[in-house]
């Protein structure tokens, strides 16, 4: 095992010759060497297995991000997660390597976490993170240790479409991660395995009890953001000392301005928020919109919640000729939300006009919009402000 710190990673050596596939699929690859991110958790530690099976070189490689209390064994000085992937490395005779690139991470994903937030903004630190860090590390760390492969659980396939890479909905649909993935570039992209994609998440248990690995499989997992431990308030407080008393004493208004009462601050309240709000109107009130500037926070009725037109910017589509011409896209707003059919128009602007065929709710900006056709992804944008939204009403 080799333990390496942020200042070890490399620039990437240039792209590396795209090959033709249809589908990327463990079958018709070639037995090569493959870089797996290994978490130590569940889906890793099948992928590990599966590409291994298959006659593929593997080494592991752990990403030590963010150090939570709960990570670890009193007396340990390393997290749990980082001992359980070099036990399996080991139990598979495979190289594993550990990245500690904690500063980084604070400086990049940590840093745009908060700031989303004071201005007013819910973030998607997972989609950040995949684009900016992790997989931006694992392409580097495959070109230094000459991986001709990158290979992650994520519950995701991918085919070869017109010369491009997509990312297509894994068959488990409650797992299906594809909304995250949205902007991995496609030189990355086009090395990724993933070899969950066309397995559900108790095929996966099963098939490590099979192989011997039945503590392994009866593992929890996380469906929370992996560097924040309970309430996401607390951690901003603990990450902007004196948050709390700079934004204390916002007004909460109506729709027409009218002041309601005062609330938190605007970074403690997202769209479609109910409860917490602390104001007792007679009547159910949610968040409707945020306005970071002035502070305030507009209250209103879930019905103020709907609409069937947002605004969206920092498009990233797969082949823009081929995204606005498609008659049959469909928009997914958040993780685990049913993609909608919807139309879209660019504006002078540079933004993005999103018209959906029924009305969805809470649409939050900082979010992802992301679009599909059937089970392709084939682009994805960031919500933008809804200001001026109800000109196109």
Not at 5 to 17: H, L, N, R, W, Y
Not at 30 to 41: I, R, W
Not at 77 to 93: G, Q, Y
Not at 281 to 288: I, K, M
Request: glycine share 8%; net charge neutral.
């Amino acid at each position: 095992m080799v333990q390496l710190g942020a200042g070890d990673a490399v620039k990437k050596q240039g792209a590396i010759s795209s090959f033709q596939l249809f589908t990327v699929t463990l079958q018709t690859m070639n037995k090569k060497k493959v870089l797996v991110a290994m978490s130590g958790g569940v889906d890793s530690s099948a992928v590990c297995l599966l590409l291994r099976d298959r006659g593929y070189e593997v080494i592991g490689m752990t990403m030590r991000v963010w150090d939570l209390p709960r990570q670890f064994t009193d007396g340990h000085t390393e997290p749990d997660f980082i001992e359980s992937a070099r036990e399996l490395a080991a139990r598979l005779e495979m190289e594993h390597i550990v990245v500690d690139v904690r500063e980084e991470f604070r400086e990049n994903i940590v840093r745009y976490f908060t700031d989303e937030y004071r201005n007013g903004r819910t973030p998607n630190p997972c989609v950040h993170c995949n684009r900016d860090f992790k997989f931006r590390l694992l392409h580097e760390w495959a070109d230094r240790l000459d991986c001709h492969f990158m290979a992650t659980g994520h519950y995701v396939k991918t085919e070869c479409h017109n010369g491009r890479t997509y990312l297509l909905m894994g068959d488990d649909a409650r797992k299906d991660q594809s909304y995250f993935l949205w902007r991995v570039p496609q030189e990355t992209l086009k090395r990724c395995i993933f070899p969950l994609g066309d397995m559900e998440k108790p095929q996966v248990r099963r098939y490590l009890d099979e192989k011997g690995f039945a503590v392994r499989a009866r593992q929890s997992e996380s469906m929370e953001v992996c560097f924040v431990e309970g309430d996401y308030r607390d951690f901003l407080n603990a990450q902007c000392p004196g948050l709390e008393n700079e934004v204390a004493g916002g007004c909460y208004v109506d729709s027409t301005g009218r002041r309601l009462g005062t609330h938190r601050g605007v970074p403690f309240y997202t769209v479609g928020q109910r409860k917490g709000l602390g104001i007792a109107l007679g009547r159910p009130a949610y968040v409707v919109r945020l306005n970071a500037g002035k502070n305030t926070i507009v209250l209103g009725t879930e019905e103020d919640l709907q609409t069937k037109a947002f605004f969206a910017e920092d498009l990233l589509p797969v082949s823009e000729a081929e995204f606005y011409d498609c008659p049959e896209l469909a928009v997914r707003i958040r993780y685990h939300s049913r993609p909608v059919p919807c139309r879209v128009e660019r504006m002078d602007n540079g933004r993005l006009l999103v018209r959906t065929k029924e009305a969805v709710s809470a649409v939050t900006p900082g979010q992802s919009a992301v679009f599909y056709v059937g089970q392709r992804l084939v682009g994805g944008a960031v919500i933008a402000s809804q200001k001026g939204i109800g000109l196109y009403l």
